[in-house]
């Protein structure tokens, strides 16, 4: 089973033109010359490519809290630990203020 951004089923035959399309679209005047894959510019392009994709994770990972690093992960459901993670901690401290200023440990 395929899906489409984690929530649409879709079919092998539709995964196979998304893909093609994506690459003709965004890949192709990359890295062809003259209808050949350019293999300097592919490296440099896969280089860079799995450079973000750690600096992704990285950054889910720090904004959920430890609690998402994949890099499919819907951009929906990052947003939405993230912002969990967010409220958990402003209220923690905002307890913890109203404790320090109350006297109480």
Not at 38 to 63: F, I, P, R, T
Request: hydrophobic share 35%; with cysteine; proline share 2%.
């Amino acid at each position: 089973m395929l899906y489409r951004d984690h929530h649409e089923v879709i079919t092998k035959e539709e995964a196979l033109k998304e893909t093609q399309d994506e690459y003709d679209r965004f890949w192709k005047p990359i890295i062809e010359k003259d209808g050949v894959i350019d293999l300097e510019q592919l490296k440099k392009e896969l280089y860079d490519y799995s450079v973000v994709m750690e600096c992704v994770a990285g950054v889910y990972c720090d904004l959920t809290g430890g609690h998402i690093s994949k890099l499919m992960t819907s951009p929906d459901v990052v947003i939405a630990k993230a912002r969990e993670v967010i409220e958990r901690e402003v209220t923690e401290d905002i307890i913890d203020t109203l404790k320090q200023n109350a006297g109480i440990e």
